[in-house]
Every structure is written in structure tokens, then in C-alpha cells.
């Protein structure tokens, strides 16, 4: 099992950038596809970012897609989100999680591990 903590969340103003780490612990987590979410309040969580185990294939939801940019260093067991030209309409909890890499990664129930989650709040 694989055992995960999100940080770098924060405030920041419309057009600024964040970058959230998400640390791994656990043997299994190189084999591991990753992911993140978000959850705005009152709604469901939504995938945002995903790459395959071996960092070399990624996919991003379409309304993230050139401003955020997921990558994953298998040495230090540690996952990236780099969110830049943010919006108001990004500000949300951001989770990191695995999955095994056979499962289909939009979908939150293929996904086995989770973190805590990191607030980000963009204001106008």
C-alpha cells in the first residue's frame, strides 16, 4: 500500500502559478499510475491530471489542458502538479492518488491510495 501527503496548496490571484508535491511512502509506488483530483465545494471530484508509472505518458482534462502540468520523479517517490495561469474557477481541494496501471485513470473509484488533499483558493 502506498501511503500519500499533498502539499504547496495556497492562495494566489487569477494568472498566478502554484506547484503542489504529493510525497509517496511504500514499495509499490513506481509501479504505480498517478493522479489528481479536485473537489470544488458541493461538488463531486473530478479528475484533473494523469501519468503512467513510468512518467512517460500523461493526459489532463480538457479544461486544464496547456496550463497544468503533471510529472513524477520514481527517485524521490514524489508526484508534481504545476498550475500556472490559474483561474477562480480552479480553486478547489487537490488530492493526489495511485492506481494500478491496467485501471482506467479519469474515474476516482480505480484509484487504491489517497492523500489528505491540499486547498487551493484563486481569487479575481
Known amino acids: 500500500q502506498v501511503q500519500l501527503v499533498e502539499s504547496g496548496g495556497g492562495l494566489v490571484q487569477a494568472g498566478g502559478s502554484l506547484r503542489l508535491s504529493c510525497a509517496a511512502s511504500?514499495?509499490?509506488?513506481?509501479?504505480?499510475?498517478m493522479g489528481w483530483f479536485r473537489q470544488a465545494p458541493g461538488k463531486e471530484r473530478a479528475f484533473a491530471a494523469t501519468i503512467s508509472a513510468g512518467g512517460i505518458s500523461t493526459h489532463y482534462e480538457d479544461s486544464v489542458k496547456g496550463r497544468f502540468t503533471i510529472s513524477r520523479d520514481n527517485a524521490k517517490n514524489t508526484v508534481y502538479l504545476q498550475m500556472n495561469s490559474l483561474k477562480p474557477e480552479d480553486t478547489a481541494g487537490y488530492y493526489c492518488?495511485?492506481?494500478?496501471?491496467?485501471?482506467?485513470?479519469?474515474?476516482?473509484?480505480?484509484?487504491?491510495?489517497w492523500g489528505q488533499g491540499t486547498q487551493v483558493t484563486v481569487s479575481s
Open positions: 492518488a495511485g492506481r494500478p496501471t491496467d485501471r482506467e485513470w479519469t474515474s476516482p473509484y480505480n484509484y487504491d491510495c
Open positions: 511504500g514499495r509499490t509506488f513506481n509501479s504505480y499510475g
